[in-house]
C-alpha cells in the first residue's frame, strides 16, 4: 500500500500565507467580495508579494477555494487512515467505518457540503478552475483509493472492485446528501446512516 499522509506543504510560506489567509476570508465573504485590500490586511503580506505568487487576485482566490474543499475530504482520508491503522479484523473495520459514516454524515455538515457543491459548480463555467481542481481531486480520489487497495490486501474489501471507482462512489453519496439538505421535508438520517451501511457491508466488503 502506498502510504497517504495528510500534510500541508510550506515549500513557500508567504504563497502558503496567502492562501490561508482568503480561505478564512471565504468562511466569512463570499469569493467575489474578496478584495486586495482584505487580503493583505488578513494577511499582513504585501501587494507585491501577493502579485509575485498568483498572476492576479482570481488567481489567488482560485488556490484558496481549492484548499478549502480539499481540507475536507482530507479529514475524512485520514480518518479512514486512522481505521485502517487501528483495526485487525473485517469485523472491527465494519463497526469502524459504521462511525465514520456518521461523523461524514451528519446533518450539521451541511455548510461543508454545500461548499462542496458550489466549488465544483464552479468548474462548469470556468475551465482554468476545472484544471487547478482536477489535479487536487485527483490527488484526494487517490489517496482514498489507497485505503481500498490496503483493504483488499487485507481480505475485507472484495477484490474484483476497482479501487478508483470505489473512492469515487464514496466522495459521490457524500456530497449528494445535499440533495435532501435543501429540501423542507428532510429524510430520517438514521435511515439513511443504515442505507450507507447496506451498501458499505454488501458491496464493498468481502463475503469470506
Known amino acids: 500500500m502506498r502510504v497517504y499522509y495528510v500534510v500541508v506543504t510550506t515549500q513557500n510560506s508567504t504563497k502558503e500565507k496567502l492562501i490561508s489567509a482568503v480561505v478564512e476570508l471565504l468562511d466569512t465573504h463570499k469569493a467575489e467580495d474578496i ?19 498568483f498572476n492576479d487576485l482570481q488567481n489567488l482566490i482560485d488556490h484558496a477555494l481549492v484548499s478549502r474543499f480539499s481540507r475536507y475530504v482530507d479529514t475524512s482520508v485520514a480518518m479512514l487512515q486512522q481505521v485502517s491503522q487501528s483495526v485487525s479484523s473485517k469485523a472491527e473495520l465494519v463497526v469502524a467505518l459504521r462511525q465514520v459514516t456518521r461523523a461524514t454524515q451528519a446533518r450539521d455538515l451541511l455548510p461543508i457540503r454545500s461548499m462542496r457543491v458550489w466549488t465544483l459548480g464552479q468548474t462548469t463555467v470556468r475551465p482554468s478552475f476545472q484544471k487547478l481542481l482536477g489535479i487536487e481531486q485527483a490527488r484526494l480520489t487517490q489517496g482514498l483509493a489507497d485505503l481500498v487497495i490496503f483493504a ?57
Do not use: C
Not at 501587494?47 to 509575485?52: I, M, Q
Not at 490486501?153 to 457524500?174: C, M, N, T
Open 152 to 208: 483488499q490486501e487485507k481480505g475485507w474489501y472484495r477484490p474484483e472492485l476497482d479501487p478508483h471507482v470505489v473512492a469515487v462512489f464514496i466522495q459521490s453519496y457524500s456530497i449528494g446528501k445535499y440533495v435532501d439538505d435543501i429540501t423542507e421535508a428532510q429524510m430520517d438520517d438514521a435511515k439513511w446512516d443504515l442505507l450507507i451501511d447496506s451498501v458499505i457491508e454488501t458491496l464493498f466488503v468481502s463475503a469470506d
Open 35 to 53: 478584495s486586495v485590500d482584505l487580503v493583505v490586511t488578513e494577511s499582513g503580506i504585501s501587494n507585491g508579494s501577493l502579485y509575485h505568487h
